[in-house]
């Protein structure tokens, strides 16, 4: 089974109730919650990152056992290619969808993608103890969004579960909730039991195995993970692998593992259906095949995702360089990178020598690499995000976003000026009530820095979703950002004194006692030009008695960015300085000379 749905709605909580309630774990055995999202960003940020496999072993009520492989994914858009690939490892899916959010963008996408690989959908309304909820409202979305997508009928006769994954329970009715004594969540294991059908494979046929994801262990390197769809799959046999561009090799797998609960267990012997984890094939990468040694036919190739944007990396040369991280050379940065590229198979790495390109799927998926970075002690520079253009016959292609929007009516204008300001096309528009939904199709390029925007015009109460669309024709230029910045003159302490000086032209990113250098960004502006300022200034002591109360100074709040604030904060000639303990951002050239001096031969895009 694989697990997908939008963001947030529930898949990891699903899975944790699973797995608790399987049976199969001793008390104590799961701590805490949410289980499956084990690495700590993961945890402290509540999003999956990485799919992850477990395996639950579960007896029906029959007695029957049952070995079910659980996949959960993550519903974030810049890791759908994940998603795509892994549900080849799937017989079924659980399309989980939030009873009061209904059908999102990416409950389309996962969905269309089951739908096309002939997968059949149990289809989960979670959260069904949120008080708002309108689950008769969503089952006909869900219902709508299937005929759209062209399922038989077969799949549109799906069944239904309404579920509280927060309290622990499924039902099948529609009727009563929560199931009278608190219920459980055994009702969805029946459901998997009971409608996702065993693979139609072939045993008996020579073995045919495909790598769908990839994990990596100082140790043995590369691990690959992924199905055996006919035959079977031994530890020690000389094997067939086939790469994608069709290259065979004889290898060996030296270890084979299967997944057992949350981890993996050794064996001899995979079966046809089951899923692997191989150690020891040289260039095991997505999409290989693993085949008999007499009989090397792969299987079809898998889609990669091509990157849609990239920022440039560069060691940290601020005066600061080396007080804060452990990790600050240009050869560390550059094994740092290189062991990335082992797993995250939608990134790319160019190497110019003192700087590289690193290109993904958006801003979210380099964000979290370099999120991990600064906890792993690395300090760097990093560019503005470009998207990545294409030439498609001799037409300038750019990535498209397909964008979703929901706003109060009487912030309908701002918003549509908002994004028509960033060459967004409306394709759709209904009226729910007090609110509108809108549908557009915008260039990936006019949503760096539109989140923050768009929450300031709507005072937070727009619901803002996208997901990569394609590559479409440029739609020309997009105006930065419509403010200037303050930049500091000194290098030093902040003091109270300088920034209640500055108080009325614009809003500071520092607070008194912060430590800046000079090229440093402290502000944002109140007008469109760039202002030099002086926020380390202290007041000269005179002998005369002041008549103002200056002693306690009232100051605004500063404005903290986030590493992926900033990110879409900066523009072409800023850089964001990421380090353990802060994000700073900073002009390329800290010098003022420098800066005139490059203003004028730089081309602008
Ligand atoms: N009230 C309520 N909240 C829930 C329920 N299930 C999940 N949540 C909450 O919804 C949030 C998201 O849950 P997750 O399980 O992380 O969702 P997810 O689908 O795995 O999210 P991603 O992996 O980031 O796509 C968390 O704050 C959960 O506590 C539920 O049944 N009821
Ligand atoms: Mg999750």
Same mark, same amino acid.
């Given at each position: 089974? /694989?697990?997908? /749905?939008?963001?947030?709605?529930?898949?990891?909580?699903?899975?944790?109730?699973?797995?608790?309630?399987?049976?199969?774990?001793?008390?104590?055995?799961?701590?805490?919650?949410?289980?499956?999202?084990?690495?700590?960003?993961?945890?402290? =940020?509540?999003?999956?990152?990485?799919?992850?496999?477990?395996?639950?072993?579960?007896?029906?009520?029959?007695?029957?056992?049952?070995?079910?492989?659980?996949?959960?994914?993550?519903?974030?858009?810049?890791?759908?290619?994940?998603?795509?690939?892994?549900?080849?490892?799937?017989? #079924?899916?659980?399309?989980?969808?939030? /009873?009061?959010?209904?059908?999102?963008?990416?409950? =389309?996408?996962?969905?269309?993608?089951?739908?096309?690989?002939?997968?059949?959908?149990?289809?989960?309304?979670?959260?069904?103890?949120?008080?708002?909820?309108?689950?008769?409202?969503?089952?006909?979305?869900?219902?709508?969004?299937?005929?759209?997508?062209?399922?038989?009928?077969?799949?549109?006769?799906?069944?239904?579960?309404?579920?509280?994954?927060?309290?622990?329970?499924?039902?099948?009715?529609?009727?009563?909730?929560? %199931?009278?004594?608190?219920?459980?969540?055994?009702?969805?294991?029946?459901?998997?039991?009971?409608?996702?059908?065993?693979?139609?494979?072939?045993?008996?046929?020579?073995?045919?195995?495909?790598?769908?994801?990839?994990?990596?262990?100082?140790?043995?390197?590369?691990?690959?993970?992924?199905?055996?769809?006919?035959?079977?799959?031994?530890?020690?046999?000389?094997?067939?692998?086939?790469?994608?561009?069709?290259?065979?090799?004889?290898?060996?797998?030296?270890?084979?593992?299967?997944?057992?609960?949350?981890?993996?267990?050794?064996?001899?012997?995979?079966?046809?259906?089951?899923?692997?984890?191989?150690?020891?094939?040289?260039?095991?990468?997505?999409?290989?095949?693993?085949?008999?040694?007499?009989? %090397?036919?792969?299987?079809?190739?898998?889609?990669?995702?091509?990157?849609?944007?990239?920022?440039?990396?560069?060691?940290?040369?601020? %005066?600061?360089?080396?007080?804060?991280?452990?990790?600050?050379?240009?050869?560390?940065?550059?094994?740092?990178?290189?062991?990335?590229?082992?797993?995250?198979?939608?990134?790319?790495?160019?190497?110019?020598?003192?700087?590289?390109?690193?290109?993904?799927?958006?801003?979210?998926?380099?964000?979290?690499?370099?999120?991990?970075?600064?906890?792993?002690?690395?300090?760097?520079?990093?560019?503005?995000?470009?998207?990545?253009?294409?030439?498609?016959?001799?037409?300038?292609?750019?990535?498209?976003?397909?964008?979703?929007?929901?706003?109060?009516?009487?912030?309908?204008?701002?918003?549509?000026?908002?994004?028509?300001?960033?060459?967004?096309?409306?394709?759709?528009?209904?009226?729910?009530?007090?609110?509108?939904?809108?549908?557009?199709?915008?260039?990936?390029?006019?949503?760096?820095?539109?989140?923050?925007?768009?929450?300031? /015009?709507?005072?937070?109460?727009?619901?803002?979703?996208?997901?990569?669309?394609?590559?479409?024709?440029?739609?020309?230029?997009? #105006?930065?950002?419509?403010?200037?910045?303050?930049?500091?003159?000194?290098?030093?302490?902040?003091?109270?004194?300088?920034?209640?000086?500055?108080?009325?032209?614009?809003?500071?990113?520092?607070?008194?006692?912060?430590?800046?250098?000079?090229?440093?960004?402290?502000?944002?502006?109140?007008?469109?030009?760039?202002?030099?300022?002086?926020?380390?200034?202290?007041?000269?002591?005179?002998?005369?008695?002041?008549?103002?109360?200056?002693?306690?100074?009232?100051?605004?709040?500063?404005?903290?960015?986030?590493?992926?604030?900033?990110?879409?904060?900066?523009?072409?000639?800023?850089?964001?300085?990421?380090?353990?303990?802060?994000?700073?951002?900073?002009?390329?050239?800290?010098?003022?000379?420098?800066?005139?001096?490059?203003?004028?031969?730089?081309?602008?895009?």
């Amino acid at each position: 089974m /694989a697990i997908v /749905a939008h963001v947030d709605h529930g898949k990891t909580s699903l899975v944790d109730q699973l797995l608790r309630q399987s049976g199969h774990f001793a008390r104590g055995e799961l701590h805490g919650q949410f289980i499956m999202d084990s690495n700590p960003l993961e945890r402290e =940020r509540g999003i999956t990152i990485l799919a992850k496999n477990c395996a639950i072993s579960y007896t029906d009520v029959a007695g029957k056992r049952y070995h079910i492989n659980i996949v959960d994914t993550p519903g974030h858009a810049d890791f759908s290619g994940e998603v795509q690939r892994v549900l080849k490892l799937a017989d #079924g899916v659980l399309l989980v969808v939030d /009873a009061f959010e209904g059908v999102m963008p990416q409950t =389309r996408y996962v969905l269309a993608r089951a739908l096309e690989m002939g997968l059949k959908p149990v289809v989960v309304l979670n959260k069904m103890d949120r008080p708002e909820i309108r689950p008769d409202e969503v089952l006909l979305e869900v219902f709508e969004l299937m005929v759209e997508l062209g399922a038989d009928n077969e799949a549109l006769d799906f069944p239904v579960l309404y579920a509280s994954a927060k309290e622990g329970w499924a039902t099948l009715s529609d009727m009563q909730w929560p %199931p009278p004594g608190g219920g459980n969540i055994h009702p969805l294991f029946e459901a998997i039991i009971e409608h996702v059908p065993v693979a139609d494979l072939d045993p008996d046929a020579p073995l045919q195995a495909q790598v769908t994801t990839l994990d990596y262990n100082d140790y043995v390197g590369r691990i690959g993970i992924g199905r055996v769809f006919a035959g079977t799959l031994l530890a020690g046999e000389e094997v067939a692998l086939i790469d994608r561009q069709g290259q065979t090799t004889i290898q060996k797998v030296a270890q084979l593992f299967r997944f057992d609960g949350l981890g993996r267990k050794e064996v001899r012997r995979v079966d046809t259906g089951d899923l692997f984890a191989a150690v020891g094939l040289e260039h095991v990468d997505i999409g290989v095949t693993i085949a008999a040694v007499e009989h %090397p036919v792969p299987l079809p190739p898998m889609s990669l995702d091509e990157p849609t944007l990239h920022m440039v990396f560069r060691i940290n040369d601020s %005066p600061f360089s080396g007080k804060e991280g452990t990790s600050v050379t240009a050869r560390q940065l550059r094994d740092r990178l290189k062991l990335e590229l082992q797993t995250n198979v939608a990134m790319r790495v160019e190497d110019k020598g003192d700087e590289f390109v690193v290109s993904g799927r958006g801003l979210l998926h380099l964000g979290i690499l370099l999120e991990n970075m600064r906890r792993e002690g690395f300090e760097l520079s990093v560019g503005k995000p470009r998207v990545i253009f294409r030439s498609e016959n001799g037409v300038r292609t750019e990535p498209i976003e397909f964008l979703t929007l929901d706003v109060p009516n009487e912030y309908m204008g701002t918003a549509m000026e908002l994004l028509g300001d960033r060459r967004a096309e409306l394709s759709r528009m209904e009226n729910r009530g007090l609110r509108t939904h809108l549908e557009y199709t915008v260039p990936a390029r006019g949503l760096i820095g539109l989140a923050g925007r768009m929450m300031t /015009a709507t005072h937070g109460e727009a619901l803002m979703h996208h997901r990569y669309h394609c590559y479409g024709p440029y739609r020309g230029p997009i #105006g930065g950002r419509n403010s200037g910045v303050m930049i500091a003159t000194e290098t030093g302490a902040v003091t109270a004194y300088a920034l209640d000086q500055l108080s009325d032209r614009g809003l500071m990113f520092v607070q008194p006692g912060d430590s800046c250098y000079m090229g440093q960004v402290v502000g944002e502006h109140c007008k469109p030009n760039d202002i030099p300022v002086n926020v380390v200034r202290t007041k000269k002591l005179t002998n005369m008695r002041s008549s103002t109360k200056d002693a306690t100074v009232v100051l605004k709040a500063p404005r903290r960015l986030t590493l992926e604030g900033a990110l879409e904060y900066i523009e072409d000639d800023e850089r964001v300085e990421i380090t353990p303990k802060s994000i700073r951002i900073r002009k390329q050239y800290l010098l003022d000379s420098d800066r005139r001096r490059h203003a004028k031969n730089s081309p602008g895009e």
